[in-house]
């Protein structure tokens, strides 16, 4: 069983910064690739990045540029750093892992006011 609770959403400003987080337990976090998804109100999950065991990295064309996914395998731990934030960047961020199963944690809610 996984489980991943996200932390660090909430209000900022466009133009600005915020840092989300996601820590894992009950699972070998270090050989699990890791994703941050989001999602709108009414709109389908989308995959916003993607970090693998060994750190390679994938970024959606919408956010490359200005978010840098990144782990901390010692404190089972996935990071998003969001920088020049966008009104459309606004949505729920879910933090995900596949291990036989899909597991998502409990969201993390973005605003971005313009």
């Known amino acids: 069983q996984v489980r991943l609770v996200e932390s660090g959403g909430g209000l900022v400003q466009a133009g600005k910064s915020l840092r989300l987080s996601c820590v894992a337990s009950?699972?070998?976090?270090?050989?699990?690739?890791m994703d941050w998804y989001r999602q709108l109100s009414g709109k389908q999950r989308e995959l916003v990045a993607t970090?693998?065991?060994?750190?390679?990295?994938n970024y959606a064309d919408s956010v490359k540029g200005r978010f840098t996914i990144s782990r901390d395998n010692a404190e089972k731990t996935v990071y998003l750093q969001m920088n020049s934030l966008k009104s459309e960047d606004t949505a729920i961020y879910y933090c995900?892992?596949?291990?036989?199963?899909?597991?998502w944690g409990q969201g993390t809610p973005v605003t971005v006011s313009s």
């Open positions: 009950g699972t070998i976090f270090r050989l699990l690739t």
């Open positions: 970090i693998t065991s060994s750190g390679t990295t």
């Open positions: 995900h892992c596949n291990l036989l199963n899909d597991y």
